[in-house]
């Protein structure tokens, strides 16, 4: 039967594919393995399950020893139960199944095969056998944590990923896969982000939650916010993603994936038409050279950047080289190595290096989903504050990003200051990150030191910042969040998440107008820049600068291409004073972003 679950719209597109369920219960990893690993990774699992039935003969053994008052008989019977759960053949086989045909690594295909049976349990009419799913869970979960001793044949991920065109020259991957999931964090998107997902859904998460962020990097259909979607989908549903609607449609009827699929093949032509303008210079009509620069996670996506015609880095996201790291953070030359790796994948094009932005919706690890230690993580420990309470790690990072700027254009970018004090002491370690590499005889370039505007206390205080750093990039995603005390990640307060209230909007002219005053550089780098909607406004706000995925970039080139810069300033200017600015944005002429 066909239906649709409703959600928020964060990649545009659309996505056909199979579902692929990533349950939420059981934390493992999930990679896809090489077709030659398939036979160890069988035995892996076949190891696990070897070490969980050798230790419940050992425990039925003691209980045999034992009188029966120390051992009750109803102990003796689960053991029973557990070992034939053991020895079933549907959990035998479905795992085999999700190795062999969809090359899941050992774990993955574990948990896959007990929702499925999961699912079968919560179905039956008998209260007896559907009291055993409890069973069946806690005996794949003693598998999983022997399997854990048994160790791998493999690496580890997140080097044990396949990149997407491995997988796509891959017989045995031939269906797209669709992801659905309760909550992906944004380690989880980047243990995705080379795979072969067509597309992503999931239960929670805002616009500008971090997992959306790097959904929209990836440049496929997604949506968040589909409050249930993870569990009205069964796994290997067909199911089709409308990124532009933010919709799931659960087993399409024949008519409505017709439908799909002229639109689809619409979004290609578009993309190809778009993809003319990749060497025309983004300059308005009346002649305004305006600057796309692109956000970047990973080093590896410089290439993308370069490709998509992005005139350098305005934002490259250090933390994610943080995450999935079981605790071991990257030491001095390994993140050099990587910064580098950046700067050179650049081509002698700027690369804006944020310096580590972690905590709120972004943890380190996935062991840690989310910070719940504390009431309100986005205005907690986060970023320079983490940076600043660890000042060894933070000068870590300095010196490996001031050694990365010996060979290209390095700007070095502070996020979520706002006080002067943080400054200060900022300011201080970048002299004595430079003094410790004096000491060792190490080079290093120089760096332009930038200011991330997305606190409203910063973008009200801009003669500070303006005082001590050489240019500004206005974080727009956090701005927002701060200024509406709206949770970005929270899709029950999403409706309430407006880049057009007046209040953000003034903070935002503010700051374009005050840099500009002082004669210095400033972008926007949240998302709102690529927004093909919002371009002309914030164009006619005087931004000639805007950093975004380097996927939006040639679909705002297009409306810089067509829009007056100084024919849109007056009409910005009233834009600014309305009482609902919304109202007076016409459509874009581009697809929004
Ligand atoms: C922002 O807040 O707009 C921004 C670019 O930073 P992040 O999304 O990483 O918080
Ligand atoms: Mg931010």
């Known amino acids: 039967m066909t239906f649709a679950v409703h959600g928020l719209?964060?990649?545009?597109?659309?996505?056909?594919?199979?579902?692929?369920?990533?349950?939420?219960?059981?934390?493992?990893?999930?990679?896809?393995?090489?077709?030659?690993?398939?036979?160890?990774?069988?035995?892996?699992?076949?190891?696990?399950?070897?070490?969980?039935v050798d230790e419940l003969h050992r425990l039925q053994q003691t209980l045999a020893s034992m009188g029966p008052r120390e051992a009750p008989q109803e102990l003796s019977a689960l053991l029973d139960v557990h070992l034939l759960l053991l020895q079933d053949q549907e959990l035998i086989e479905g795992v085999k199944h999700w190795i062999r045909e969809r090359l899941y690594n050992a774990e993955w295909a574990l948990t896959t095969q007990l929702e499925q049976l999961?699912?079968?349990?919560?179905?039956?009419?008998?209260?007896?056998?559907?009291?055993?799913?409890?069973?069946?869970?806690?005996?794949?979960?003693?598998?999983?944590?022997?399997?854990?001793?048994?160790?791998?044949?493999?690496a580890p991920p997140p080097q044990r990923?396949?990149?997407?065109?491995?997988?796509?020259?891959?017989?045995?991957?031939?269906?797209?896969?669709?992801?659905?999931?309760?909550?992906?964090?944004?380690?989880?998107?980047?243990?995705?982000?080379?795979?072969?997902?067509?597309?992503?859904?999931?239960?929670?998460?805002?616009?500008?939650?971090?997992?959306?962020?790097?959904?929209?990097?990836?440049?496929?259909p997604a949506v968040v916010g589909a409050r249930s979607a993870s569990q009205l989908v069964r796994q290997d549903d067909w199911v089709i993603i409308d990124g532009d609607a933010g919709v799931m449609i659960v087993?399409?009827?024949?008519?409505?994936?017709?439908?799909?699929?002229?639109?689809?093949?619409?979004?290609?032509?578009?993309?190809?038409?778009?993809?003319?303008?990749?060497?025309?210079?983004?300059?308005?009509?009346?002649?305004?050279?305006?600057?796309?620069?692109?956000?970047?996670?990973?080093?590896?996506?410089?290439?993308a950047a370069v490709a998509a015609g992005a005139v350098?880095?305005?934002?490259?996201?250090?933390?994610?080289?943080?995450?999935?790291?079981?605790?071991?953070?990257?030491?001095?030359?390994?993140?050099?190595?990587?910064?580098r790796r950046a700067v050179d994948g650049m081509q002698g094009l700027p690369v804006t290096i944020r310096t580590i932005d972690v905590g709120a919706d972004k943890p380190l690890d996935d062991d840690q989903p989310r910070d719940e230690a504390h009431l309100n993580p986005?205005?907690?420990?986060?970023?320079?504050?983490?940076?600043?309470?660890?000042?060894a790690m933070f000068l870590t990072q300095l010196r490996a990003i001031l050694r990365a700027a010996a060979h290209g254009q390095v700007h070095l970018l502070v996020p979520m200051l706002a006080h002067a004090s943080e400054i200060r002491q900022t300011l201080a370690l970048i002299d004595t990150a430079r003094a410790e590499l004096d000491a060792r005889g190490v080079a290093y370039g120089p760096v332009k030191l930038g200011a991330m505007i997305e606190i409203p206390a910063a973008a009200l205080t801009l003669r500070t910042f303006l005082a001590h750093f050489d240019f500004l990039s206005i974080g727009t995603n956090d701005l927002i969040q701060y200024t509406l005390a709206i949770d970005r990640a929270d899709e029950s307060v999403a409706h309430l998440y407006d880049p057009l209230h007046p209040a953000v909007l003034q903070l935002v002219a503010q700051t374009?107008?005050?840099?500009?005053?002082?004669?210095?550089?400033?972008?926007?780098?949240?998302?709102?820049?690529?927004?093909?909607?919002?371009?002309?406004?914030?164009?006619?706000?005087?931004?000639?600068?805007?950093?975004?995925?380097?996927?939006?970039?040639?679909?705002?080139?297009?409306?810089?291409?067509?829009?007056?810069?100084?024919?849109?300033?007056?009409?910005?200017?009233?834009?600014?004073?309305?009482?609902?600015?919304?109202?007076?944005?016409?459509?874009?002429?581009?697809?929004?972003?």
């Not at 594919?17 to 990679?31: M, T």
């Open 312 to 339: 350098g880095v305005g934002l490259f996201r250090s933390e994610f080289l943080f995450m999935n790291r079981r605790g071991r953070l990257p030491d001095e030359d390994e993140q050099y190595a990587a910064y």
């Open 251 to 303: 087993d399409p009827s024949p008519i409505i994936l017709a439908e799909y699929g002229f639109k689809q093949r619409q979004a290609e032509l578009e993309r190809g038409r778009l993809a003319r303008l990749r060497h025309t210079p983004a300059i308005t009509l009346d002649g305004q050279k305006i600057e796309l620069l692109a956000n970047i996670e990973l080093p590896e996506d410089a290439p």
């Open 512 to 593: 374009i107008a005050a840099a500009t005053a002082a004669g210095k550089p400033v972008s926007v780098c949240g998302e709102m820049a690529g927004d093909t909607s919002l371009t002309r406004l914030l164009l006619g706000l005087g931004l000639r600068s805007f950093s975004m995925h380097p996927a939006q970039i040639l679909a705002v080139k297009q409306e810089v291409l067509r829009a007056d810069a100084q024919r849109l300033a007056p009409w910005a200017q009233q834009v600014l004073q309305a009482e609902e600015p919304a109202a007076l944005l016409a459509p874009a002429s581009g697809q929004a972003a």
């Open 118 to 154: 999961s699912r079968q349990f919560d179905e039956m009419e008998d209260a007896y056998l559907r009291e055993r799913k409890a069973d069946l869970e806690q005996v794949a979960e003693r598998v999983l944590r022997a399997m854990r001793g048994v160790g791998s044949p493999v």
């Open 9 to 52: 719209a964060v990649a545009r597109g659309v996505a056909i594919g199979r579902a692929v369920l990533v349950a939420g219960g059981i934390d493992v990893d999930h990679y896809f393995i090489e077709p030659s690993q398939v036979e160890a990774e069988i035995e892996r699992i076949r190891a696990g399950r070897d070490v969980v």
């Open 378 to 391: 986005a205005l907690g420990l986060r970023a320079i504050r983490w940076s600043l309470a660890d000042p």
């Open 161 to 220: 990923r396949k990149s997407s065109q491995d997988l796509l020259l891959d017989a045995s991957v031939d269906v797209p896969l669709v992801l659905v999931a309760h909550d992906l964090s944004p380690a989880d998107m980047l243990q995705f982000k080379q795979s072969v997902f067509a597309g992503f859904v999931t239960d929670v998460g805002g616009k500008t939650s971090h997992t959306a962020i790097v959904a929209r990097s990836m440049d496929i």
